[in-house]
């Protein structure tokens, strides 16, 4: 698998194939090209001549195209579709249409031969087929690969394609590889009893039916085999993890009777959800238990899982710990020193005269403090003097000592790696417990997959005394100026109630270049002047929608702040401890705010262009508001068309609040998507087989099939051509193949 690709595909020039598959793809061995699957195949029909083509019929022929057009669709203008001509030498012709014009008249230029299937249909008399598939040949011959005896065509793989890489190529480097290398010597990462019990191929049959297959039922046998070996691969590296994360030593840390957790408990004023109840009990058991806790616990926005995480972090400080929260932002971790100042009271300030001299010190260390406090944040968790700290990547840096960590707390697991959660394990000097909390509510199938090293707890409730938020799309595409004067006019009358308001952009913006409109809707009409392409104008920016909001009559006297990441982290921390205390009506924003933010006072959220967001994302931005006792609005203020694919998103976002109810939308929406999400570190590439959406069974059967085959052989030494492909998948430097996007 590992051996080069140009012992079996020659080639030295800088176009050959074999460089170009280097260069474009990152493929240099056998094993990474017979890993390279088809995106789609053509499915199989009878071999004609255009002159032979029966109305109604399925078919398949090879035909060169004469001619290209493209034109305007009749019932929607703004859409095209694309006419070709195609013969096929014998004097017969035949007119295809296609309703993806662009992706066809850029892949089937005049003079181009392809092998199209389809079935046609007689019109006014004459033979025509409409949305035909099609793989571009390099000659009429070269279909005769994929050809049996009879004239009946094999499916025919259609590769992802870059560059100069074209599907032609791609198929023959694959077809020479199939020939020449002897697949029959590879050894297999499933052992056989599990392909017995599957019934899956074996791998050297499943890699010709994936590239070479004669039936329909082949490749699709083929995808399944490595649809559960990608499953079983990856469940047997994180079993393999939970195994040695489990087997290293901890100390038992109990709950105390008159420890500082029940005092807290007993001041609370506010009861516990039963979600909170239940999974406080299930950590509560795990710290005193010899074995480390390494818990994911998900909750939706305000569901509280700070409480939940505190009650932890005072268990181990009652056994003489110390416990650490990492944040991914310094707004976030000042809010959450506040928090947990706040909620524990003099118990907080054991060194002051109006606090409780058997409470515990809670430490703040960020990477902006003055360096004198930096210091005696330092000199406070080395000594042991700080019971909790609280911080941001300032906490995994190499100064920093602990006494004796015995909880490490990751928020917001999506915005670090698993090289950060490990780095503050690693500062304990022995395993701490963890616990990684992620307001991103996580589909079963994701959670066994992306956090398959993690036991995962789920809190569904939200407390009481929230407020519902109600969230309204408006397209100003199809609505008049009206439309944008009540959203601002909206933000005046929250402002005039004593509320404040969120208004986020999706970039920053420059001062230099701002739009000449003076309304959201003048930048759309004239974009669609200009004849701007499916996405609208430009997207908004925080810069044009502070100067074009301090220009609105009900805000002519708001006070208005911008906030983005661009600015200083002390200037960032300032202005959002005065937004905070009220100082601030209007807080104009990027993303930023995503994560965390709590201002109760805060009403009223205007989301401008958000079908540029995600349905994650727009969700956790919306949380932001509702977190008080007013009633709360959200407006997804929208410049693109009606039919534009974010719409679905902004639909979706509005029917509900339901957090985890989105993530199963979300999932739908991007269908087979990468539900890894986006760049993940220490990946060579994100998932290419699972899907969220159908395998949950699937990942089930092989995760226990991976932790019975662990639980035998740890070390793998009984299993190496599993151990090496697991080696091939995941990054051996830093098995951070959990980064979540």
């Given at each position: ?159 992802p394609e870059s560059g100069k890489l ?43 039916d994936l590239h070479r297959p004669e ?203 698993v090289e950060q959660r490990d780095a ?318």
């Amino acid at each position: 698998m590992d051996q080069p690709l140009t012992r079996y595909i020659p080639g030295n020039s800088p176009t050959s194939t074999v460089k170009l598959l280097e260069k474009d793809l990152g493929v240099t061995t056998v094993g990474e090209l017979l890993d390279y699957a088809p995106r789609r195949y053509i499915r199989r029909g009878h071999l004609q001549l255009l002159g032979d083509l029966v109305a109604g019929e399925r078919t398949s022929f090879v035909a060169r195209v004469e001619s290209s057009s493209t034109r305007r669709m009749q019932r929607d203008p703004r859409r095209s579709l694309t006419d070709v001509i195609v013969s096929d030498g014998t004097g017969a012709s035949l007119k295809i249409t296609f309703f993806n014009a662009y992706t066809a008249q850029k892949e089937l230029p005049v003079g181009t031969h392809a092998l199209f299937t389809g079935k046609p249909e007689l019109y006014r008399g004459n033979l025509s087929m409409t949305g035909a598939d099609y793989a571009v040949v390099d000659t009429p011959d070269s279909v005769t690969d994929f050809t049996s005896q009879s004239g009946e065509v094999y499916p025919i793989p259609v590769y992802p394609e870059s560059g100069k890489l074209t599907t032609p190529r791609i198929t023959r480097a694959v077809q020479q590889l199939l020939l020449t290398a002897d697949l029959d010597s590879l050894t297999d990462p499933i052992p056989h009893h599990i392909l017995e019990r599957e019934k899956l191929v074996g791998l050297a049959q499943a890699y010709r039916d994936l590239h070479r297959p004669e039936s329909v039922d082949a490749f699709q046998k083929a995808q399944e085999r490595f649809r559960y070996q990608e499953a079983f691969v990856l469940q047997t590296e994180l079993a393999r993890r939970r195994h040695e994360h489990a087997s290293q030593p901890v100390e038992e840390r109990p709950a105390r009777a008159d420890g500082l957790l029940s005092r807290y408990d007993a001041a609370l004023p506010f009861t516990l959800t039963d979600g909170q109840r239940t999974v406080g009990e299930q950590i509560q058991a795990e710290l005193a238990g010899t074995a480390p806790m390494n818990r994911l616990l998900q909750g939706d926005v305000g569901s509280g899982k700070t409480v939940v995480a505190l009650r932890a972090m005072l268990q181990i400080v009652d056994t003489g710990g110390q416990a650490a929260m990492l944040a991914p932002t310094e707004v976030l971790a000042q809010q959450h020193y506040d928090k947990i100042v706040a909620s524990l009271g003099p118990l907080a300030r054991p060194d002051q005269l109006d606090g409780d001299p058997d409470g515990t010190k809670v430490v703040l260390l960020t990477g902006s403090l003055p360096t004198a406090a930096k210091r005696a944040a330092l000199l406070d968790i080395a000594s042991g003097a700080a019971g909790i700290v609280v911080g941001t990547h300032a906490l995994i840096q190499e100064k920093v000592q602990f006494a004796d960590l015995g909880l490490a707390v990751v928020d917001e697991q999506h915005r670090f790696g698993v090289e950060q959660r490990d780095a503050l394990r690693d500062k304990a000097g022995h395993t701490p417990h963890t616990l990684v909390m992620t307001a991103t509510p996580i589909p079963r199938t994701v959670a066994m997959t992306v956090f398959g090293d993690l036991d995962v707890s789920t809190l569904r409730e939200l407390p009481g005394g929230r407020r519902p938020i109600h969230t309204h799309v408006v397209g100003l595409a199809e609505h008049g100026p009206s439309w944008e004067r009540r959203v601002w006019a909206l933000a005046g009358e929250h402002i005039s109630r004593g509320r404040q308001v969120y208004v986020v952009a999706p970039k920053i913006g420059d001062d230099a270049a701002l739009p000449p409109f003076d309304s959201l809707r003048d930048s759309l009409l004239a974009a669609q002047e200009q004849g701007a392409d499916g996405d609208g104008p430009e997207p908004a920016t925080v810069q044009w929608l502070e100067r074009l909001i301090s220009a609105q009559p009900e805000l002519r006297d708001a006070r208005i702040a911008v906030l983005h990441g661009r600015q200083d982290p002390l200037v960032k921390t300032e202005t959002m401890n005065r937004f905070a205390a009220g100082e601030i009506d209007v807080l104009i924003s990027t993303t930023v705010i995503e994560v965390g933010v709590d201002v109760a006072n805060a009403s009223l959220m205007i989301m401008v262009d958000p079908e540029r967001f995600g349905i994650s994302q727009l969700h956790q931005l919306r949380g932001r508001i509702g977190r008080g006792e007013h009633e709360s609005t959200c407006l997804l203020v929208t410049r693109s068309r009606p039919d534009h694919p974010g719409r679905e998103r902004l639909a979706a976002v509005a029917s509900t609040t339901d957090g985890f109810e989105l993530a199963e939308v979300d999932l739908k929406l991007r269908r087979e998507g990468n539900i890894l999400g986006a760049s993940q570190s220490g990946r060579k590439s994100g998932l290419r087989w699972i899907s969220a959406l159908r395998d949950e069974a699937l990942v089930t059967r092989a995760r226990e099939d991976a932790e019975v085959v662990i639980s035998e052989d740890p070390q793998l030494a009984q299993h190496t051509e599993l151990l090496a492909a697991i080696g091939r998948v995941v990054d051996e430097n830093s098995q951070a193949f959990l980064e979540r996007g």
